[in-house]
């Protein structure tokens, strides 16, 4: 009944908020989220706004991710000596081929720095949330990633240095 009254409404604040097509996976979400802390629903109190502030937290969290993802994008492609003006079909084949060979590189490194790199990176989590997510000290989280990152480099940047880019 919950779902069914205040989808419409949850969907239009997911949409204005910013999250644009993936609105429907953000209410799925909050819906999913609010189920699971109904228990913590103060009864009498309304349900539109506490409902509403689930949308906008998850909104937030995919508003972020977008960025953290958007500038990982933007980091990996200055390895690239001529990233000029895009030839679209060209470099839409030459990002998935740079997306899978990332993928393939995170996948390789060892559990534990795979596991702060998804966390970071790919769930968007903050170092604080990826610290209470995995059980670790603040600080290693910090170490953690820090090494990942600098393997992660190892890893894809030799795969380039041999290649030859025409603009």
Same mark, same amino acid.
């Given at each position: 009944?919950?779902?069914? $009254?205040?989808?419409? !409404?949850?969907?239009?604040? /997911?949409?204005? @908020?910013? +999250?644009? %097509?993936?609105?429907?996976? &953000?209410?799925?979400?909050?819906?999913?989220?609010?189920?699971?802390?109904?228990?913590?629903?103060?009864?009498?109190?309304?349900?539109?706004?506490?409902?509403?502030?689930?949308?906008?937290?998850?909104?937030?969290?995919?508003? $972020?991710?977008?960025? !953290?993802?958007?500038?990982? /994008?933007?980091? @990996?492609? +200055?390895? %690239?000596?001529?990233?000029? &003006?895009?030839?679209?079909?060209?470099?839409?084949?030459?990002?998935?081929?740079?997306?899978?060979?990332?993928?393939?590189?995170?996948?390789?490194?060892?559990?534990?720095?795979?596991?702060?790199?998804?966390?970071?990176?790919?769930?968007?989590?903050?170092?604080?949330?990826?610290?209470?997510?995995?059980?670790?000290?603040?600080?290693?989280?910090?170490?953690?990633?820090?090494?990942?990152?600098?393997?992660?480099?190892?890893?894809?940047?030799?795969?380039?240095?041999?290649?030859?880019?025409?603009?």
């Amino acid at each position: 009944m919950l779902v069914a $009254r205040y989808t419409l !409404r949850a969907h239009r604040a /997911a949409w204005l @908020l910013g +999250a644009g %097509e993936d609105a429907d996976d &953000v209410v799925q979400e909050a819906f999913v989220k609010a189920f699971r802390s109904l228990p913590k629903f103060r009864a009498g109190e309304p349900f539109a706004p506490w409902l509403l502030s689930i949308v906008a937290n998850e909104t937030k969290n995919l508003l $972020r991710s977008r960025h !953290r993802r958007g500038a990982l /994008a933007l980091r @990996l492609s +200055a390895l %690239e000596p001529d990233a000029s &003006v895009p030839d679209a079909p060209f470099d839409e084949a030459v990002a998935g081929e740079r997306r899978a060979r990332l993928l393939a590189a995170v996948n390789a490194l060892p559990d534990r720095e795979r596991q702060v790199l998804v966390c970071r990176y790919f769930l968007d989590l903050s170092e604080a949330e990826t610290a209470r997510v995995l059980q670790w000290p603040l600080g290693s989280v910090k170490s953690r990633t820090s090494r990942a990152l600098g393997r992660l480099r190892g890893l894809v940047v030799p795969e380039d240095q041999g290649r030859v880019f025409h603009g």
